[in-house]
């Protein structure tokens, strides 16, 4: 089992930049992939970037590339999300998520919402212009 905790939403200005972060607990030493969605009210639940747990291997949404970057920190079990150059469409609840299977590490199947089993509650982003 694994529980995840977003934090870091909030509100910001178009062309702004905001930093997420999900800490995942327990903790696991190597393996498994993390990602981060986002959901917009009325639309899918949509993949925006990937990060490998063990080799940092990341993969991006055509949405979000240049903007936005995925890091880890696995000292403390923690995957950020640096967003820069937001926009409005960028508004959403932004949830993360995690997954041990062999399928999360498919580039097919990365930023899919159904490859993944624990979920965090999500942290809510709005973008003003």
């Known amino acids: 089992l694994a529980q995840l905790a977003e934090s870091g939403g909030g509100s910001v200005q178009a062309g702004g930049s905001l930093k997420l972060s999900c800490v995942r607990s327990?903790?696991?030493?190597?393996?498994?992939?993390m990602a981060w969605f986002r959901q917009a009210p009325g639309k899918e639940r949509e993949g925006v970037a990937f990060?490998?747990?063990?080799?940092?291997?990341?993969q991006y949404a055509d949405s979000v590339k240049g903007r936005f970057t995925i890091s880890q920190d696995n000292t403390k079990s923690t995957v950020y999300l640096e967003m820069s150059d937001v926009k409005p469409e960028d508004t959403a609840m932004y949830l993360c998520?995690?997954?041990?299977?062999?399928?999360?590490?498919?580039?097919?199947?990365?930023?899919?919402?159904?490859?993944?089993?624990?979920w965090g509650q999500g942290t809510q982003v709005t973008v003003s212009s």
């Open positions: 990060i490998g747990v063990a080799d940092s291997g990341t």
């Open positions: 327990p903790s696991s030493p190597v393996g498994g992939c």
């Open positions: 998520a995690f997954d041990r299977r062999l399928k999360c590490f498919e580039p097919w199947n990365r930023l899919s919402a159904s490859t993944y089993s624990y």
